[in-house]
Nanobody
Framework: EVQLVESGGGLVQNGGSLRLTCAAS????????IAWFRQAPGKRREGVAA??????????ADSVKGRFTISIDNATGTILVHLQMNTVRPEDAAVYYC????????????????WGQGTQVAVSS
C-alpha cells in the first residue's frame, strides 16, 4: 500500500525559505514518479514540481522555476522527497500535497492516484 506523509509546512516570511518533506512508503522508486502539488482556497490543485524515481529527472511549474527544488533522499532506506522552497512569495501560500503515480508522472494532478494529507504553507509579508 502506498502511503505518503508530508511535513515541514508552517509560516514563512516573504522572501524566506522552507523545506517540505514527503515520506513515501510502498513505492518502488524505479517505477514511480512523485510530485508536489498545491491548492490555495478557491483554486484548483496545481502541480509544482515532479521527479521521476528511475532517473531523477525533474519538472517544474513556470511559477517556481529557479526558486523551488525537488529532490529524493533514499540514503537511509526511507524514501524522502524534499521540496526546497526559496524566495517564497505570498502567492506560494497554499496547502501542499505530495502525490505518487506510476511513471511517467509530470504535473497533471489527474494522473496521480496516491496522495498525502497535505501540509499548510502560509507566507507573512
Amino acid at each position: 500500500e502506498v502511503q505518503l506523509v508530508e511535513s515541514g509546512g508552517g509560516l514563512v516570511q516573504n522572501g524566506g525559505s522552507l523545506r517540505l518533506t514527503c515520506a513515501a512508503s510502498g513505492v518502488t522508486l524505479d517505477d514511480y514518479a512523485i510530485a508536489w502539488f498545491r491548492q490555495a482556497p478557491g483554486k484548483r490543485r496545481e502541480g509544482v514540481a515532479a521527479i521521476e524515481g528511475s532517473d531523477g529527472s525533474t519538472t517544474y511549474a513556470d511559477s517556481v522555476k529557479g526558486r523551488f527544488t525537488i529532490s529524493i533522499d533514499n540514503a537511509t532506506g526511507t524514501i524522502l522527497v524534499h521540496l526546497q522552497m526559496n524566495t517564497v512569495r505570498p502567492e506560494d501560500a497554499a496547502v501542499y500535497y505530495c502525490g505518487a503515480t506510476l511513471s511517467p508522472g509530470g504535473l497533471g494532478y489527474l494522473w496521480y492516484s496516491h496522495w498525502g494529507q497535505g501540509t499548510q504553507v502560509a507566507v507573512s509579508s
